[in-house]
């Protein structure tokens, strides 16, 4: 059996064809040297890539090198490695001799199951549509041939408002336990760092999966506690709770140690075994027979410029104050604790990077190329393959509109709405012009004013642009978010 090069995101049980396979991993320190990371992301990749080396034993080769190519070099046998989740990475070992490239392991459709179905289909593929045909592809929610509960998404039932007294009534997620290893990376991190080695965001205990075992013990304690809460407060966002009802295993499912089919069938049988509401799991398997492999298999979809997009024309740099996460240099509160929450966490949940990280960014006229770098290496989670549709896609727009029907772009009155970040704010939601008017009101009008003959017209775009076209103050507005630019607000 040839011995099977495991990629750092390729570390759980389903990358092996058998439990004796030979195994090759390896730990580069270019990766690090090359871009600047958060630090506990880094912390959280070698750890796991570590724990996986303590737990293969003699059966992998765990190599430590400056570079992929120094390692390699070292390695007589040949060798086989799962198609790898980035373009660079692919062109790499297919440029290997001795090196076998398998089919792609980690997501629940195969890429050639989705080509098949996208060559098929004529006009725009959106997620709504491949989603029903992962959901009937792989049987998944089906009774007879239709959906449970009658239609494809029950997201209409999902989407509530945060609980009014600041507290959603479910257990927290199980937090794993440090040991030698994460005690050694640590060691390891800081003599990085004393030799120039830069990394953002604070150190914090590790609170991301590093292990299979982990990773499996989350989604447990996940079906059972905090999916029935999952849908009504998917949306929502509270300053006093940053994780929900949300499963946090977004970085256990990129790594590799869960396979996601085992969280979408958990699920299903939450459903059918212990009357877990229908909306709630709907909502998580969309998540993940969805959005997850609908954003993987765009990136291989479609061609490889997708990435540098800028149909916007956004031209600012990002300012220093968001590449280093100060979010002390911030009064919006919203932004500032949302930031907060990269800074400590290297993560917050799927709104907050949406409407408030991304809205923020789309209004500035940041460029996308800039944020897609800043949402991989600050986030525990990120990766080359998921930020193409994530950020330049669905949150920068700046294709217009393969993914979206319109921008992802709101203002105050929508954070208001679904959060309780306004009533401790220094602004005022409801104002777009003044001390006290709210930067993402403002902000709004303004991207809109600019945009308004580059985004393609429909009729919800039409409605809003009749409405900007009545404000009597546009030009004030404009004018003060031009002064306001991308200083912290
Ligand atoms: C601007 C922006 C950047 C993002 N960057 C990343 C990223 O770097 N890595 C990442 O995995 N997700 C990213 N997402 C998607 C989503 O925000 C995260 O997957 C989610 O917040 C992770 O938290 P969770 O595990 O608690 O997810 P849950 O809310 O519990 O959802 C369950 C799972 O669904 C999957 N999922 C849901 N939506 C998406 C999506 N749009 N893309 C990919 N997977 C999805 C994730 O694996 C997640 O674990 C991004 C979204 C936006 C708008
Ligand atoms: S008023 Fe505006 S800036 Fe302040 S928290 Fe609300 S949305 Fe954010």
């Not at 304690?221 to 295993?249: I, K």
């Not at 979010?327 to 993560?347: E, F, I, P, Q, Y």
Request: glycine share 8%; proline share 6%; hydrophobic share 40%.
């Amino acid at each position: 059996m040839s011995r099977r090069l495991l990629f750092a995101d390729q570390l759980g049980p389903h990358f092996l064809d058998d439990r004796r396979q030979p195994v090759l991993l390896i730990e580069s320190k270019a990766v690090f040297r090359r871009r600047v990371h958060h630090r506990q992301k880094a912390h959280l990749i070698l750890s796991a890539l570590r724990h996986r080396a303590a737990e293969l034993g003699d059966q992998a080769v765990f190599l430590r090198a400056e570079t992929y190519g120094q390692a390699l070099r070292k390695v007589r046998e040949p060798l086989e490695v799962c198609h790898p989740t980035s373009r660079r990475a692919l062109d790499f070992v297919r440029g290997l001799d001795r090196v076998t490239v398998l089919p792609e392991r980690g997501y629940v459709t195969s890429l050639a199951d989705f080509a098949e179905w996208a060559d098929r289909r004529r006009g725009a593929l959106r997620m709504e549509a491949f989603y029903r045909f992962a959901r009937e592809h792989h049987g998944v929610l089906l009774d007879g041939g239709d959906p449970a509960g009658g239609r494809w998404s029950l997201d209409i039932e999902n989407r509530e408002p945060p609980p009014k007294d600041g507290k959603l009534d479910v257990p927290a997620p199980p937090m794993p336990k440090e040991d030698d290893i994460d005690a050694e990376v640590r060691a390891d991190l800081d003599r990085w760092e004393r030799e120039g080695i830069r990394f953002v965001g604070r150190d914090g205990p590790r609170r991301f999966p590093a292990t299979t075992k982990e990773a499996k013990a989350r989604l447990r304690h996940f079906l059972r506690h905090r999916l029935a809460a999952f849908g009504p407060y998917e949306d929502a966002m509270l300053s006093t709770d940053p994780w929900l009802a949300h499963s946090m295993l977004s970085s256990s499912f990129n790594l590799g140690l869960l396979d996601p089919m085992e969280a979408v069938r958990g699920a299903e049988r939450a459903y059918r075994r212990e009357g877990a509401p229908l909306p709630s799991v709907e909502g998580f398997v969309r998540q993940i027979l969805g959005w997850r492999d609908y954003i993987w298999h765009t990136y291989w979809y479609f061609e490889a410029g997708w990435r540098t997009s800028n149909e916007l024309g956004a031209r600012r740099s990002l300012p220093g104050w968001w590449n280093d996460l100060d979010a002390d240099a911030v009064d919006a509160h919203c932004l500032s604790d949302v930031l907060a929450g990269v800074r400590d966490r290297a993560w917050v949940h799927h709104i907050p990077r949406l409407m408030v990280l991304g809205n923020y960014a789309l209004q500035r006229g940041w460029r996308p190329a800039e944020l897609v770098e800043w949402f991989h290496t600050r986030f525990v989670d990120g990766y080359e393959w998921v930020m193409t549709g994530n950020v330049v896609g669905m949150s920068q727009y700046a294709d217009l509109g393969r993914m979206t029907t319109k921008p992802y772009v709101g203002g105050g009155a929508y954070i208001n709405r679904m959060s309780d970040y306004c009533g401790g704010c220094r602004y005022d939601p409801r104002k777009r012009l003044g001390e006290d008017a709210c930067p993402f009101t403002a902000g709004y009008w303004a991207f809109l004013s600019r945009n308004r003959d580059r985004i393609p017209g429909n009729a919800r775009m039409a409605r809003t642009m009749k409405q900007m076209d009545r404000l009597a103050d546009l030009d004030a507005v404009v004018a003060q978010e031009k002064r306001r630019g991308s200083d912290p607000p």
